[in-house]
């Protein structure tokens, strides 16, 4: 069954470097997420993303994010300069389409631990 | 702005229990819903949906639109069922690009 995958899936980094998150969303899907978990807390929404650009972002995803899929497969996440409070795990999902009852199928995260 | 409420940050039961996961929401609108789980070690997956009115590992959830809940239940609860359960709606914002996870419910199933 094809699952979405994420790499790395520990990274660990100064304070201030930039980081970048990498995700291969399921093939035939068009609708890629991104959202990240602190620890001890809820599961947030970062930004969404349909037909090379960005549908949605929430008030999380600042100028310091930006998303990119640089080519057929890959779905990135860019941290330009992270801060003690961007640890968390970043979570992947992606979707065949966006109606209110189709399911978003999750990778398996990556683990960002900021210095 | 739509919310979801889990008010129990842990649920333990023994096995064979029955157990019952609150879900409450705020919406406008005709809402669609979802519980996703976690198992230790494993990536989120859904549960189950209130579309589907399925019923998945023995859980079922019924939509109750007078108390807006969205309530996860199972009579007999068994020890694989110990996970992480989130309910979530999709978020109204001119399209359903997003889930709206609640804090989430730690149930531990006790042998």
């Known amino acids: 069954e094809p699952e979405v995958t994420q790499t790395p899936s520990h990274q660990v980094t100064q304070m201030g470097q930039e980081v970048i998150l990498r995700c291969v969303p399921i093939?035939?899907?068009?609708?890629f997420y991104w959202y990240r978990q602190i620890l001890g807390q809820k599961v947030e929404f970062l930004v969404s993303f349909y037909n090379n650009e960005i549908s949605e972002k929430s008030e999380i995803f600042d100028d310091q994010f930006s998303v990119e899929r640089p080519d057929g497969s890959n779905f990135t996440l860019k941290i330009r300069s992270t801060k003690l409070e961007d640890s968390a795990m970043y979570f992947c999902?992606?979707?065949?389409?966006?109606?209110?009852?189709?399911?978003?199928?999750f990778g398996p995260g990556t683990r960002l631990t900021v210095l | 702005a739509q919310r979801v409420t889990q008010p129990e940050k842990l649920l333990s039961v023994f096995k064979g229990a029955p157990v019952e996961l609150k879900c409450n929401y705020s919406y406008s609108g005709s809402p669609e819903l979802f519980w996703y789980v976690q198992y230790s070690r494993q990536r989120l997956q859904l549960l189950l949906r209130?579309?589907s009115r399925e019923s998945i590992k023995g859980f079922t959830a019924d939509l109750n639109k007078g108390e807006t809940s969205f309530h996860l239940k199972k009579p007999f609860a068994q020890e694989e069922d110990s996970a992480m359960y989130y309910c979530?709606?999709?978020?109204?914002?001119?399209?359903?690009?997003?889930?709206?996870f609640g804090a989430g419910t730690r149930l531990a199933v006790h042998p």
């Open positions: 979530a709606p999709p978020g109204f914002s001119g399209g359903y690009n997003k889930l709206i």
């Open positions: 209130h579309i």
């Open positions: 093939s035939n899907h068009l609708y």
């Open positions: 999902a992606s979707s065949e389409a966006v109606r209110s009852y189709n399911e978003q199928f």
